[in-house]
């Protein structure tokens, strides 16, 4: 077996236990290796691994073709070493630092409960509205004194609606982040 063939399955090997570790531990609250070593600034190993296999994919598939260059296989082969060597070191370390004190990242909810919370904030701005437009037509219903009471009903639910659509707003946008920087 060569040496390109037992770094393929040494990938293979590090993107299951990757993704065990990942599972048991979560998301880490910043990137876990720097940017010059992984393009993908995960804050999970499982994304890091892959990079590591693109790079070895990109070595295999430039030698089939002829376009590896030596400046350039030196150079890919140097990366996919520094990753597979920083990814062992994560992997054989994650023991020790499970007991550390976790980043307050590490409670926030998982997206899915975020998406949960989104429909829930839905169906309550559904009913919202439905209150507004109840509002509304007991206001020109309304006469004399009622009036005055009827005008700020309808006040009070359009402030509670328009509070709802605030907070629909922000869940989109930490949505649309979390989707983001996975």
């Not at 691994?49 to 350039?72: C, D, F, P």
């Not at 994650?94 to 976790?102: M, N, Q, Y």
């Not at 009471?149 to 009070?156: D, E, F, G, N, P």
């Amino acid at each position: 077996m060569n040496r390109f063939s037992q770094l393929k399955e040494k990938l293979a090997q590090m993107a299951h236990s990757a993704e065990q570790l990942d599972k048991q531990r979560g998301e880490h609250h910043q990137a876990l290796f720097d940017s010059s070593l992984f393009t993908c600034r995960a804050k999970l190993l499982s994304p890091c691994v892959k990079e590591a296999s693109n790079t070895y994919q990109a070595i295999m598939r430039e030698q089939q073709h002829g376009l590896l260059s030596t400046e350039r296989a030196t150079y890919l082969s140097e990366r996919l070493l520094a990753q597979i060597s920083a990814i062992t070191r994560e992997l054989s370390t994650a023991h020790f630092r499970k007991d550390e004190p976790k980043h307050k990242s590490f409670y926030r909810k998982p997206i899915n409960a975020i998406y949960q919370d989104l429909a829930k904030h839905k169906e309550w701005e559904r009913q919202l509205m439905e209150m507004v437009i109840d509002r509304q037509h007991a206001l020109d219903s309304a006469t004399g004194f009622n009036q005055g009471q009827a005008q700020q009903s309808l006040i009070t639910a359009e402030q509670r609606l328009q509070r709802c659509r605030d907070a629909i707003i922000k869940i989109e946008k930490q949505i649309t982040f979390r989707e983001r920087h996975q």
